[in-house]
């Protein structure tokens, strides 16, 4: 069964550093996502990205982070310069086009800013 | 905006016995979706059931079915003969009706089974 893969599965940076968190969505999947989720928390949404660009994206996804799909199967998510509150599971997920897909998550990328 | 609340961290229910688990949300939408996803530890969401906010008809998935009430916002799961494979993270979430809309999470319910 077709799933989305996220690496690295946990990653632990300095405050200040850059991190590129990949994922490989299903192949034939249109909408892309990056949602995170601080322990404890709720599951936020990050950004969505559609044919080649960003279609939404939230108050939390400032100037320091930046999404790119760089070839026809990796999706990434940048933070440019990590802060400790960047520390949290990071979760791809993607879905076909339509209205009614549903959202095909990946396992997450947990990222640990010290 | 739209939120979406679960009132209850924890739940726990009996091998075999049936749970509901609350959820609420609020919004200025008509058409939307609601759904339900399970995480248990350590791996990523799946979906477990999924509502169009159109249909009247509450959604039903095997063991699991929805109480969908649009006119009180309320989106309620119940577990019928639950199984230990059952225990897990429960997210309620709210989507919008456009084509790239993002989804929007409850805090979550944790499940226990009890054997």
């Known amino acids: 069964e077709p799933e989305v893969t996220q690496t690295p599965s946990h990653q632990v940076t300095q405050m200040g550093q850059e991190v590129i968190l990949r994922c490989v969505p299903i192949?034939?999947?249109?909408?892309f996502y990056w949602y995170r989720q601080i322990l404890g928390q709720k599951v936020e949404f990050l950004v969505s990205?559609?044919?080649?660009?960003?279609?939404?994206k939230s108050e939390i996804f400032d100037d320091q982070f930046s999404v790119e799909r760089p070839d026809g199967s990796n999706f990434t998510l940048k933070i440019r310069s990590t802060k400790l509150e960047d520390s949290a599971m990071y979760f791809c997920?993607?879905?076909?086009?339509?209205?009614?897909?549903?959202?095909?998550f990946g396992e997450g990328s947990r990222l640990t800013v010290l | 905006a739209q939120t979406v609340t679960q009132s209850q961290p924890e739940m726990s229910v009996q091998e075999a016995e049936t749970v509901t688990l609350s959820c609420t949300y609020d919004?200025?939408?008509?058409?939307?979706?609601l759904f339900w996803y399970k995480q248990p530890p350590s791996r990523q969401m799946i979906l477990v059931i999924r509502?169009?906010?159109?249909?009247?008809q509450n959604a039903t998935e095997n063991r699991f079915s929805v109480n969908f009430q649009k006119a009180a916002k309320s989106f309620s799961l119940k577990i019928s003969d639950s199984q230990l494979g059952d225990a897990a993270m429960y997210f309620c979430?709210?989507?919008?009706?456009?084509?790239?809309?993002?989804?929007?999470f409850g805090d979550g319910t944790t499940l226990t089974v009890k054997p």
């Open positions: 919004t200025s939408e008509s058409d939307y979706y």
């Open positions: 997920a993607s879905r076909t086009g339509g209205n009614t897909g549903e959202l095909f």
């Open positions: 979430a709210y989507r919008s009706w456009s084509n790239a809309g993002k989804s929007t």
């Open positions: 990205f559609y044919n080649n660009e960003i279609s939404e």
């Open positions: 509502q169009e906010a159109y249909k009247q």
């Open positions: 192949s034939n999947h249109l909408y």
